[in-house]
């Protein structure tokens, strides 16, 4: 039996408190840029690993329409190896205060981290948001960040990037995954953070397979939980590939940009990207086509 059709995004979106600034992404999402500052990152890894490099290719993403710049230390595919905190740290704070002294007033800067130390030195060079793998599971991150303004994206991940594509199972993904937002969401408003600041991630490709990660997009409206803005990140991930039955990573850019339009409909505000114009252009065009009126009936 085919599955049953995906149903439209219809629950309220509330506002994403960063630095108290609140974002009304209800009808205009944002994109997040992404800088890795890896040598072993599945699809850059290695060319942007000085600060000014980083910078560099941080300021090409702002001037495509990147609203946030997600600057990460360590790499989080499958089977990366661990980065200790004290190496991390020597490659994303630079970057952060490179960027933090040349980027736009209204851009935003993340570190992609789950370490405390390195979530706190990033904050004290310009961050704007943690973007947490491990969901803010560790207390100490959310300490680090209950000290601050910053915007939290809390994200799902089954097991952990060395082993969290060994044997990923689930008795119904989009049902445990809402479970784990609803528990680490009171998590954190028990230490203190407000829940306004949070956006939520279901970790498309993180302990997932093509068919978790194609069930998790169908049912992004099921993934709202107290009305936090939804981040999907799929670009250039290696389900595309198997779906279209290629090793290619560059054949991955377009049905990326496909995905940001699919799961902006689905109701994501939020897209993680490697490259900005294309799918800028594709979030502000479905979002045209969301909030068009509709035509006047004929007299």
Not at 12 to 21: D, V
Not at 46 to 74: H, P, T, V, W
Not at 115 to 133: F, M, R
Not at 167 to 182: K, L
Request: charge should be neutral; proline fraction near 7%; hydrophobic fraction near 40%.
């Amino acid at each position: 039996m085919p599955p049953a059709p995906a149903r439209p995004n219809t629950q309220q979106t509330g506002p994403w408190r960063i630095g108290g600034t609140s974002h009304d992404l209800s009808h205009r999402g944002m994109v997040m840029g992404i800088v890795n500052l890896t040598p072993d990152s599945f699809s850059d890894g290695g060319q942007f690993i000085s600060a000014g490099a980083a910078a560099k290719r941080a300021l090409e993403l702002e001037s495509e329409g990147a609203q946030i710049i997600d600057f990460g230390g360590e790499s989080t595919r499958p089977g990366a190896a661990a980065v200790a905190a004290a190496e991390e740290r020597r490659r994303v704070v630079p970057a952060v205060e490179r960027f933090a002294a040349l980027r736009a007033p209204d851009t935003l800067i993340s570190a992609d981290t789950s370490k405390p130390d390195v979530a706190a030195a990033a904050l004290a060079a310009g961050a704007d948001i943690l973007n947490d793998v491990t969901g803010f599971t560790n207390p100490a991150m959310r300490a680090a960040a209950a000290t601050s303004g910053c915007g939290l994206v809390l994200m799902h991940m089954q097991g952990d990037p060395r082993t969290m594509q060994e044997a990923p199972r689930y008795r119904d993904v989009v049902a445990e995954v809402r479970g784990f937002f609803e528990r680490q969401l009171a998590a954190c408003r028990a230490d203190g953070i407000d829940l306004e600041r949070v956006a939520l991630d279901p970790g498309i490709g993180f302990g997932k397979t093509p068919e978790h990660n194609l069930a998790l997009l169908r049912g992004l409206p099921d993934l709202r939980v107290a009305g936090r803005p939804l981040l999907v990140g799929v670009s250039r991930k290696s389900f595309i590939g198997k779906i279209l039955g290629t090793d290619d990573i560059a054949a991955r850019d377009w049905p990326t940009v496909a995905l940001t339009s699919y799961s902006r409909e689905r109701g994501a505000e939020i897209h993680r990207v490697h490259d900005a114009r294309p799918n800028v252009e594709a979030l502000r065009m479905t979002e045209a086509i969301l909030s068009a009126p509709a035509p006047a009936a004929a007299p």
